[in-house]
């Protein structure tokens, strides 16, 4: 049972979750929001051996029942030995000025809106508040740990209490924005009365209607009311109605109308959301999707084999090739896919911002190889040397080796590789089976698109 499923409004600005079960696999985090918490706490502290340490022990499920409320994690902790120590994480909550334009964002978009109630935290809300002044995810230092074990810096309790969040937060954001200060209920309250207050125009007098006789009279016409302001957008798409004939027809496959029935109910919608919301008329209208780029995101949406291997057939990819583009289109839809298919090569000052971007990422160091990190790159198109940096195999805080060829920076020797796409973002990708595949969503900091591909992260 969750929190959600405990708390009812007189509490719920404090949820308590209980202990989890050892994480499968080896990753704590599978969001990028979750990657960047635990990002902030790795780049705070001091000392790694206790990051490493509390890592193992969240994996042995030392960690008990996490309380979470306004700017406070509170867990009890366990040694191997049985001692269990109280443990608090604090985190800087939200002013009501804060709050206020972080809402305002939040509301302007419908997307952002339906995001977040799907559990996703959209990049885009993310950048806009920090360009306003909120820092939505913690950083460098938002952390604040407690432990009654005496350290004075981030130990194995704290650094456990955090990584085991990260999984909380992968499952629910909300988590996030209640410690920040604000329960879910009241979020969701207030956004709707934004969204409302938003989408609804003042009242006009001329609402309360006019006489009979006066409104067909001549003279009065020019007083009529305007239209009424169109309605609001249903919660969700419609659903088709479904093909449940005793006999199929011949020649038809239903499964696949159904499918295709539902799909263009979907985008619709979507598309109908996209052209209410505000500013959208301010907005450089995007140009229509490919009939490949149709192919890709209906197989993304489609669950059903049959649905799937219709779609692969009318294209000409492969099998690898449509799971690669699927893939891709999960992490940023067609400009994720353009990433992956199109190999090009920046002019001089697309080239320059990269650099700029690299060498802010990884400020010049001496590195292991007797050159300077944080600057240069290896043109590999141009016959040029190697990126100076720390090496493959570096702390997270040295700067790779990396090579570029064209648009795509690779790690000498690694399994890692950054991809710029034409609108400035680098997107992380990763070697698997001798093929580069996608592997996180795009970010503005080439340092927060590689540090997504850490293997004790991922």
Not at 119 to 128: I, K, M, N, S, W
Request: charged content about 25%; aromatic content about 6%.
């Amino acid at each position: 049972m969750t929190a959600h499923d405990r708390y009812g409004p007189d509490d719920s600005h404090e949820k308590t979750f209980p202990a989890l079960p050892p994480p499968a696999g080896r990753g704590f985090a599978q969001t990028w929001w979750g990657h960047a918490w635990l990002r902030a706490l790795e780049d705070s502290a001091l000392d790694r051996q206790q990051v490493k340490q509390g890592r193992q022990y969240a994996r042995s499920g030392a960690v008990g029942t996490v309380s979470v409320r306004p700017g406070r994690l509170t867990a009890v902790v366990r040694d191997r030995d049985g001692t269990a120590h109280r443990t608090d994480v604090l985190v800087q909550e939200f002013t009501d000025a804060q709050w206020d334009r972080l809402l305002g964002l939040a509301a302007a978009e419908s997307g952002h809106i339906a995001a977040l109630l799907d559990r996703e935290v959209p990049p885009e809300l993310t950048q806009d508040a920090a360009a306003a002044g909120v820092e939505l995810l913690p950083g460098i230092g938002d952390l604040d740990p407690r432990c009654d074990c005496d350290e004075w810096d981030h130990c194995a309790h704290t650094a456990a209490l955090c990584y085991q969040v990260a999984r909380l937060l992968d499952q629910d954001p909300f988590v996030l924005l209640l410690l920040r200060g604000r329960a879910e209920a009241d979020l969701v309250d207030e956004l709707e009365q934004r969204s409302t207050s938003e989408a609804e125009p003042p009242a006009d007098p001329a609402d309360e209607g006019v006489p009979a006789a006066a409104a067909f009279a001549a003279e009065a016409l020019a007083a009529l009311p305007p239209l009424p302001a169109l309605p609001r957008p249903p919660q969700a798409p419609g659903r088709p109605p479904a093909l449940d004939t005793e006999a199929e027809p011949p020649g038809v496959d239903v499964d696949a109308v159904e499918f295709l029935a539902q799909a263009a109910a979907t985008q619709a919608y979507r598309l109908l959301a996209e052209a209410l919301a505000p500013a959208h008329a301010e907005q450089s209208p995007q140009p229509p999707p490919t009939w490949d780029e149709d192919v890709v995101r209906l197989t993304a949406e489609a669950h059903d084999l049959r649905v799937r291997s219709r779609l692969a057939a009318a294209t000409d990819r492969n099998r690898a090739d449509l799971h690669r583009a699927v893939l891709a289109w999960g992490f940023g839809g067609a400009g994720a896919l353009a990433v992956l298919e199109q190999d090009w090569t920046p002019d001089r000052a697309s080239l320059a911002r990269a650099r700029a971007a690299l060498a802010s990422a990884w400020p010049a160091e001496p590195a292991t190889d007797g050159s300077e990190t944080g600057g240069a790159e290896a043109d590999t198109d141009a016959g040029g040397e190697p990126d100076a940096g720390a090496g493959a195999g570096a702390d997270a805080d040295a700067a790779p080796v990396l090579r570029r060829s064209r648009a795509r920076w690779t790690e000498a020797g690694g399994d890692r590789q950054l991809r710029l796409g034409r609108e400035g973002r680098w997107w992380p990708y990763r070697r698997t089976a001798g093929q580069w595949l996608p592997a996180g969503p795009s970010s503005a900091d080439p340092a927060s698109a590689l540090v997504s591909l850490d293997p004790d992260d991922v």
